[in-house]
């Protein structure tokens, strides 16, 4: 029988991932809130889902790392001022491990950053208000016009020895040369997606019409 999400109290300041509907068919074993959403904490014994991820291939409805979009004219220079790491070195369709920090060098956030074009970034999140702080920090800088907000997007996570055998099943054979820490756009099942080859062995699968686009 699946969790009965009725246990859990819902309020407006909780979502729930476009996921949450197919996770339910697979009986999870309890929920957790991550960025103000519910995450599917685990299927079956944390055991076997271990020995999955070390032998065969796990999806993971990884929604919740919201992708906080920087963009417009002065976006790059808007997403130099959230981290010390050195964007310029970060090419269209690549991307980098990244800290978000404050003023005094203290850690927002320890996001995945993906450059989609010369002036917009998504930051995969971990738990926090980042989104928040954001917008407080283009207060500061009231001459950039930078748009600031969270991309329609739903990241979903494929990851094992054997998930490259699976994306090459979904998408064709060519997204095994898929560079480390690169995206590629595709489409699976007509659906476009963005894949992104961030943990060897292992990708990102986003899923939307692009940059602001609706998932």
């Known amino acids: 029988m699946a969790f009965d999400m009725s246990q859990v109290q819902r309020g407006a300041r909780n979502r729930r991932t476009p996921y949450h509907e197919a996770a339910q068919r697979h009986d999870p074993k309890g929920?957790?809130?991550y960025n103000h959403m519910y995450f599917p904490i685990r299927f079956d014994s944390f055991e076997s889902e271990f020995?999955?991820?070390?032998?065969?291939?796990?999806l993971w409805d990884v929604a919740v790392e919201r992708c906080l979009e920087i963009g417009g004219p002065d976006g790059f220079r808007f997403a130099q001022l959230?981290?010390?790491?050195?964007?310029?070195?970060?090419?269209?369709?690549q991307g980098k491990y990244v800290l978000i920090c404050?003023?005094?060098?203290?850690?927002?956030?320890?996001?995945?950053?993906?450059?989609?074009d010369e002036n917009t970034f998504w930051f995969a999140l971990a738990s926090s208000d980042a989104l928040l702080f954001a917008r407080g920090l283009k207060n500061a800088y009231p001459d950039l016009d930078v748009t600031i907000r969270e991309a329609d997007v739903a990241p979903l996570q494929v990851q094992g020895p054997k998930s490259k055998d699976l994306m090459a099943k979904l998408i064709g054979p060519e997204i095994l040369d898929l560079r480390y820490y690169f995206w590629t756009e595709a489409k699976i099942a007509g659906a476009p997606?963005?894949?992104?080859?961030?943990?060897?062995?292992?990708?990102?699968?986003?899923?939307?019409?692009g940059p602001g686009?609706?998932?």
């Open 82 to 93: 959230l981290t010390p790491r050195d964007l310029s070195r970060c090419a269209v369709g």
């Open 193 to 209: 997606v963005w894949v992104h080859a961030v943990d060897e062995p292992g990708v990102y699968v986003r899923a939307g019409d």
């Open 51 to 58: 020995e999955t991820l070390l032998n065969g291939v796990t």
């Open 31 to 33: 929920y957790t809130v």
């Open 213 to 215: 686009g609706a998932a």
């Open 102 to 116: 404050d003023s005094d060098g203290g850690i927002i956030n320890d996001p995945v950053l993906t450059r989609m």
